[in-house]
């Protein structure tokens, strides 16, 4: 069945670059998203990509997507300590489905 | 800027007893959605719901979960019969279109079974 996976925590200092990884299993994916959550807070659409483009950029967000090796990665540039957040990979299937299937989640620590 | 609001925040009940939580959906969506996130696990699809139908459901939603449309503005969903493994936080979401690149999801509601 479908799968979403990603590392469970990352740490970088403020003002450096973060990648966040995920990878997936159902190759007709069709969209890919990332998703942030604050403390107490719901879900934040963060950006998203179409399963047919490579990248995508949005101010400090860039988003690189190998679909031959079914992996997505979420670069934050300038990180700050407002970007710590646990970051959720999601994707949406195929066909007539609208569900989206999430990440386990990344706990980013962002250390001043 | 609209967004989907969520009430309670926290609902306490114990075992056994029916529970409904409240989602406002943004105002001009169609589509409707449940998750539900147990502490520590994934994020899970529930349900989708259209036309006032239910469009597609997971294995989880089964006999003791419904979802009503009660009138234009509420989404509910209703668990007929509580269960300790049903605490988790429930988030609902809402989109335009079924095709469109944008779920928004609430702030959730904690659910704690006791």
């Known amino acids: 069945g479908e799968d979403v996976e990603q590392s469970l925590f990352l740490s970088v200092r403020e003002g450096d670059s973060s990648v966040i990884n995920c990878t997936y299993t159902?190759?007709?994916?069709?969209?890919l998203y990332w998703y942030k959550q604050e403390p107490g807070a719901g879900l934040q659409l963060l950006t998203y990509?179409?399963?047919?483009?490579d990248m995508k950029q949005d101010q400090r967000l860039t988003v690189l997507l190998n679909k031959k090796d079914k992996h997505l990665s979420l670069r934050i540039a300038d990180t700050q300590t407002g970007d710590s957040a646990i970051y959720f990979c999601a994707e949406r299937g195929g066909g007539a489905t609208n569900k989206l299937i999430f990440g386990t989640g990344t706990l980013l620590a962002v250390q001043p | 800027e609209p967004e989907v609001t969520q009430t309670p925040s926290h609902q306490v009940t114990q075992m056994g007893q029916e529970v409904i939580l409240r989602c406002v959906p943004i105002?001009?969506?169609?589509?409707f959605y449940w998750y539900r996130q147990i502490l520590g696990q994934k994020v899970e699809f529930l349900v989708s719901?259209?036309?006032?139908?239910?469009?597609?459901k997971s294995e989880i939603f089964d006999d003791q979960f419904s979802v009503e449309r009660p009138d234009g503005s509420n989404f509910t969903l209703k668990i007929r019969s509580t269960k300790l493994e049903d605490s988790a936080m429930y988030f609902c979401a809402s989109s335009i279109y079924a095709r469109t690149y944008e779920q928004y999801f609430g702030p959730g509601t904690r659910l704690t079974v006791t």
């Open positions: 105002s001009n969506h169609l589509y």
């Open positions: 990509i179409f399963s047919n483009m």
């Open positions: 719901f259209y036309n006032n139908e239910i469009s597609e």
């Open positions: 159902d190759s007709s994916s069709t969209y």
